[in-house]
């Protein structure tokens, strides 16, 4: 996608975006299409339209970057960055793609992740964080195939690279994933399984 017809469609969509827990800055969201994203060096876009400069600047703002703006001879240079990982929760699938399409071509870090269904209900809250990659070396198992696609469904961002008879693994959730369960004793059981797998996790009763 081109990336102003990328920034379009962000604008248009930033009604529906919930960041950080807020309208358009909680610690984790409650939607089941979320992304995180972070920029921890100063990123510099060059405008000649003062008009997409200050677009450009707004939208960051509202993320929760830092921001600064330059003018030089017949252009805008607006620098920002965001050195800790923020959420958003969005209202689909194909708006999560927007964001992430324009937040990738602005300089961002970007982990998208979608939890299934099975885990947005019920009365045991388990949150559960892993800020850097994990890396694991696959050998095509059915048990390495079942741990991925819980990880999925849990909401954990997953990329499996192919070589040959193997594959490198590695996952992440950089910002707190909220699940949801029937009971104490099922909560429990999932704490144990992502702490074996080196998540951080969380409990609520």
């Not at 992440?172 to 994933?177: C, E, I, L, Q």
């Amino acid at each position: 996608m081109e990336f102003l017809k990328a920034f379009s469609a962000v604008l248009f969509c930033a009604s529906m975006a919930t960041v950080n827990g807020q309208a358009f800055g909680q610690d984790h969201d409650h939607s089941s299409e979320s992304l995180a994203f972070h920029l921890p060096q100063w990123k510099a876009m060059h405008f000649d339209d003062a008009a997409k400069a200050t677009q450009h600047l707004e939208a960051v703002k509202k993320l929760g970057c830092e921001v600064k703006q330059e003018n030089h001879a017949g252009h805008i240079d607006v620098s920002y960055r965001s050195t800790e990982w923020k959420s958003m929760a969005v209202k689909d699938h194909a708006m999560a793609d927007q964001w992430a399409a324009w937040l990738k071509a602005s300089g961002f870090d970007v982990s998208h992740s979608h939890i299934d269904s099975a885990f947005t209900e019920g009365p045991e809250t388990v949150e559960f964080r892993m800020v850097k990659w994990k890396q694991i070396h696959g050998s095509g198992s059915q048990q390495e195939a079942e741990m991925l696609e819980q990880l999925k469904k849990l909401g954990a961002e997953v990329v499996v690279q192919k070589h040959g008879n193997h594959s490198d693994i590695k996952f992440r959730a950089p910002t707190w994933r909220e699940v949801h369960f029937a009971d104490h004793g099922m909560a429990d059981q999932w704490m144990a399984w992502l702490k074996q797998n080196g998540f951080e996790t969380r409990h609520e009763h």
